[in-house]
């Protein structure tokens, strides 16, 4: 007969194996389960009257694939297959067909364009957007426009005087409510725009996408373009509203985790250096008052045009508010800034971003001109000081202080 210990440490051992032999049957299968879910996806194009030797989905937006290209196969003169990652299918928020890639010879661009009728207007679009429903698209060749001499900007961010042509082909009417059909509503990404030079008012494209987003809460494209143009709206309570819209799925999607981050994120309040005496300051000095921040550079005529309306809200708000301008300029017109301030007597604080890149995006500044109001409670409003409404609105705060904490 065993000793009781032995037969205890014995009893002990074998339900340890059994545990790991457990454990390892679990990893196994969760590794084979993932295997099974991080597959390739394919998108197949067919295109009749026109043959091509190449053709790619190449990325133009800013993002971690912006320079992405990714060749098709061919399958015969009309049809072209692409094989999609994974990783790029779940973070890619919009691509072009085209092809073939810049001719830096010539200078010369090749686009294609989709045309579609929709409810009986015409809608032409370039790029598109991964869908879950979209893996096969026809299109039919109409026709080609060539534009001379114009500017285009390369992936390195190169800008040429050159050509553009342009294959336009027909595509057949998407379903209704795929993310393929709302992309064509929306061919130029108006509602997730704050556009200047139109009828349409930042609170109408606010309350159209609202509609939207409550219509088609699983919707790729809209969680997406909202992640994508988060610097474009003015408050991140309309943000929240947006983000609010979309199902579960999408709020933890890749961007609806960014944009979560974003909105749980406290404003930071950074030093920079002096534009004048090259001291580091933080942007906010006095925490109990509001401040204005403005930016600016020294190449930005806008900027300058601006200068006005900036003098008045400063002298007419000073004593009641702060104001600081954070300069863009990168070093090598750095000395045109301090030229600048000097020219203009500006007589708030200057200061200068040691990475342009990096106050842009902790900003969120979309362009220049560009202010952002900072309350006392760290809440932030933008605001384009070329509208009579967000002057009105930047007067109203101030003049009623107990109004900042909103």
């Not at 393929?180 to 061919?187: I, P, T």
């Not at 929240?240 to 909105?263: D, H, M, T």
């Not at 045009?305 to 750095?334: A, F, G, H, W």
Request: aromatic share 12%; net charge positive; glycine share 2%.
């Amino acid at each position: 007969m065993k000793p009781k210990v032995t037969v205890i440490m014995e009893r002990n051992y074998i339900i340890k194996t059994l545990l790991l032999s457990f454990l390892t049957i679990c990893i196994s299968c969760n590794v084979k389960d993932k295997k099974m879910i991080q597959r390739d996806r394919t998108f197949t194009v067919q295109m009749q009257g026109k043959n091509y030797d190449s053709l790619f989905i190449c990325s133009f937006t800013k993002g971690p694939y912006y320079t992405l290209k990714i060749a098709a196969e061919k399958q015969d003169s009309n049809c072209w297959i692409f094989t999609i990652p994974d990783t790029v299918y779940e973070r890619l928020i919009d691509f072009e067909i085209v092809p073939r890639t810049f001719d830096y010879k010539t200078n010369t661009s090749n686009r294609i364009a989709l045309n579609s009728m929709i409810d009986g207007q015409k809608r032409r679009i370039q790029q598109l957007n991964f869908d879950d429903s979209l893996s096969f698209v026809s299109l039919k060749y109409e026709s080609t426009t060539t534009e001379d001499s114009i500017f285009m900007s390369d992936h390195r961010g190169n800008s040429y005087l050159g050509t553009c042509n342009t294959d336009n082909f027909i595509v057949e009417t998407p379903i209704k409510g795929t993310d393929f059909y709302l992309r064509m509503l929306d061919q130029l990404y108006g509602m997730f725009l704050t556009i200047e030079d139109t009828a349409y008012s930042y609170k109408q494209y606010l309350d159209t996408y609202l509609k939207e987003a409550q219509k088609h809460p699983d919707s790729r494209y809209y969680i997406s373009r909202l992640c994508a143009k988060m610097h474009n709206y003015k408050t991140k309570q309309d943000i929240r509203q947006l983000y609010n819209c979309f199902s579960e799925r999408w709020k933890n999607s890749v961007w609806g985790k960014e944009i979560q981050a974003y909105l749980d994120k406290p404003f930071e309040n950074i030093t920079l250096p002096n534009a004048l005496t090259a001291k580091e300051e933080p942007v906010i000095q006095d925490s109990a008052r509001c401040t204005l921040i403005l930016f600016s550079a020294s190449w930005c005529r806008p900027c300058h045009l601006q200068l006005p309306i900036q003098r008045k809200v400063y002298n007419d708000l000073k004593d009641k508010m702060d104001v600081v301008c954070i300069s863009i300029d990168e070093p090598e017109t750095i000395e045109a800034w301090r030229t600048f301030l000097k020219k203009e007597h500006i007589p708030w604080r200057s200061l200068l971003s040691v990475n342009v890149e990096e106050v842009r995006r902790k900003f969120m500044v979309p362009g220049i001109p560009h202010a952002i109001l900072v309350f006392p409670n760290k809440e932030c409003k933008a605001l384009n000081l070329w509208e009579k409404t967000d002057q009105e609105q930047l007067y109203n705060h101030i003049n009623n202080f107990k109004s900042c904490t909103n």
